[in-house]
């Protein structure tokens, strides 16, 4: 969405993603999930890449003091870009950590495609490539050809946006040669190489959807036929990962790229777009969409391909130490905030301590799912008190959206861990072994 204010709260309904869990179960810095596939390469050296999407970054020159984008943010979808610079030091200091073999940024780098902030990200990105970690980008939906705004104290004002050429200018040190918008491919570490594959669709003016076309399949077929491990990445989903959220976020021609990937033996897709952590799977396929940087709880992803020739995905947290004391309380409650909100709004009835109890477990709920750690058979949220009285809000918005939520087997998304995850993670050792380097 673009143009005037409303470009800045296209992503407000809360129902446009989806997923999430009891935090009370889990360690808030807990290393989320892994899935290991055996490409049977040769032994090499350890290949790891840092993986990071949807940052939503803005030029704080673009809001500061303004109480009208605090505002604007607070109806938002939990994003706190109000925080950004403090984000990007925390995720400058897990990098330098870290010295991953590259930094993969699978697209929506801006709130919504400003020059400014484009500019001043990309000399984030020189930092961090003077500190030896190379970068890699691809646009999002957000990023080219959109109609942004900034913001004064109590107004908001049209800022300039990039065009595909100024996007190359800008990025130059951190895109690739390609001759499929900004589709390249690059060798990260010993042997693997990433096909960052842009299918966002920005020509003439930006737009929500992804397409994977036949320029798309020619020049990914020649990436995969040149390279004995590649893993892919996207800004849309290539995989459908829940019944909620597939209808916006599927790129189109999905099942065209899925077919070249399972032709080649590819594994892994890295995607992001949901703003939700999930990881799907289709056969040997994986589609590991990353939980959106910008809002809590500020996910990133390592993936490794050891030695041996498997390949881990692991989604992690910031580290709490590298972010101000009490960051990560903050921005969870700015989250839960505004779900409770939404929750408030929508129609539910009861007395004051009732709606308190709804809103609540309403936030709770949206925290879970946005960070990958919902969970459909857990008792506790069927056996929680509010969960009754959510029952009995049969035309509220938000209750049709929790129930479609908790209504889709989420038994897939690998993030969770668990029993079925287990399985399907031994399952995927025995199936494809060694044997997918023979191409
Ligand atoms: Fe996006």
């Not at 309904?13 to 009370?24: A, I, N, T, V, Y």
């Not at 930094?103 to 902030?117: H, M, P, R």
């Not at 800008?170 to 096909?195: E, K, M, Q, R």
Request: aromatic share 12%.
């Amino acid at each position: 969405m673009t143009g005037s204010l409303s470009c800045v709260t296209e992503r407000i309904l809360l129902p446009d993603h989806g997923k999430q869990l009891s935090c009370r179960h889990m360690n808030r810095f807990f290393i989320i999930f892994l899935l290991v596939l055996l490409l049977s390469l040769p032994a090499l050296a350890e290949t790891r890449l840092m993986t990071v999407s949807d940052l939503h970054y803005m030029a704080p020159s673009l809001y500061r003091g303004s109480e009208l984008f605090l505002h604007v943010l607070r109806n938002g979808d939990g994003k706190v870009p109000q925080y950004g610079e403090e984000l990007l030091a925390a995720l400058y200091r897990e990098i330098i950590a870290q010295q991953p073999d590259a930094l993969i940024v699978t697209g929506d780098l801006t709130f919504n495609g400003e020059k400014k902030s484009h500019e001043a990200l990309a000399d984030w990105f020189s930092r961090v490539e003077a500190a030896g970690v190379p970068v890699w980008v691809i646009p999002g939906n957000h990023d080219i050809n959109t109609s942004p705004v900034g913001f004064d104290q109590y107004s908001y004002f049209p800022t300039e946006s990039v065009t595909p050429e100024e996007f190359a200018s800008i990025y130059a040190d951190f895109i690739g040669t390609g001759t499929v918008g900004f589709s390249y491919a690059v060798p990260v570490g010993s042997g693997l190489t990433v096909a960052m594959s842009d299918v966002s669709m920005y020509q003439e003016q930006a737009q929500t959807f992804g397409v994977f076309t036949a320029r798309h399949a020619a020049w990914l077929e020649g990436v995969l036929k040149g390279n004995a491990a590649v893993i892919t990445a996207t800004h849309h989903s290539l995989l459908p990962h829940t019944d909620f959220s597939k209808e916006n976020y599927l790129m189109f021609g999905h099942e065209d790229m899925q077919a070249l990937l399972e032709k080649y033996n590819v594994h892994l897709n890295l995607s992001g777009h949901m703003h939700i952590q999930h990881v799907a799977r289709e056969g040997s396929l994986y589609d590991a969409a990353l939980g959106a940087f910008c809002i809590w709880p500020h996910r990133y992803a390592a993936v490794t391909l050891r030695d041996d020739g498997s390949l881990m995905y692991e989604a992690k947290e910031l580290n709490a130490q590298y972010l101000p004391d009490g960051f990560l309380d903050t921005s969870r409650e700015w989250f839960a905030g505004i779900a409770r909100d939404k929750a408030i709004a929508s129609d539910i009835a009861g007395t004051g301590i009732e709606k308190e109890a709804m809103a609540d477990y309403a936030a709770r709920f949206n925290l879970a799912y946005f960070s990958g750690t919902y969970r459909a058979d857990d008792a506790a949220w069927t056996s929680d008190p509010a969960y009754a009285l959510w029952e009995k809000q049969k035309d509220s918005l938000f209750w049709k959206y929790m129930r479609l939520v908790m209504a889709e087997a989420n038994g897939e998304n690998l993030m969770l861990g668990g029993r079925r995850s287990s399985a399907t993670l031994t399952g995927m050792k025995q199936r494809h072994g060694v044997k997918d380097a023979q191409r």
